[in-house]
């Protein structure tokens, strides 16, 4: 058993720091202004956004045992946050989850 787990550690961290490997080879070459690029990052804030929405709205675990309205409350208020923060992600992310703690606890 833990000779596949050992296999499945190497196959993937070949897999993930050979495409970081070639990404870096060939950065310099990508013009961050081209249709391509705007594509491949609509592409990855798009799926970024439909998975934190899956698990806004179909959480599971501990999650799953607070209410919608508290976490749409959370929701609004990191929003705000991070427009107030000048569009930064790691406050609201932070904020967001000592907000859902506090707002939790008290209810």
């Given at each position: 058993m833990?000779?596949?787990i050992l296999f499945a550690i190497i196959v993937t961290s070949l897999a993930t720091y050979s495409s970081r490997f070639f990404?870096?080879?060939t950065s310099e070459?990508?013009?961050?202004?081209?249709?391509?690029y705007r594509w491949f990052n609509?592409?990855?804030y798009s799926t970024l956004s439909a998975l934190i929405s899956r698990v806004l709205i179909f959480p599971n675990g501990i999650?799953?045992?607070t209410s919608y309205f508290i976490r749409l409350?959370?929701?609004?208020?990191s929003i705000l946050i991070f427009y107030l923060t000048k569009k930064n992600l790691v406050y609201p992310t932070i904020f967001s989850a000592i907000i859902?703690?506090?707002?939790n606890t008290l209810t």
């Amino acid at each position: 058993m833990s000779v596949n787990i050992l296999f499945a550690i190497i196959v993937t961290s070949l897999a993930t720091y050979s495409s970081r490997f070639f990404g870096v080879l060939t950065s310099e070459k990508i013009d961050e202004n081209s249709k391509i690029y705007r594509w491949f990052n609509c592409l990855a804030y798009s799926t970024l956004s439909a998975l934190i929405s899956r698990v806004l709205i179909f959480p599971n675990g501990i999650l799953e045992e607070t209410s919608y309205f508290i976490r749409l409350i959370v929701i609004f208020t990191s929003i705000l946050i991070f427009y107030l923060t000048k569009k930064n992600l790691v406050y609201p992310t932070i904020f967001s989850a000592i907000i859902l703690c506090i707002i939790n606890t008290l209810t």
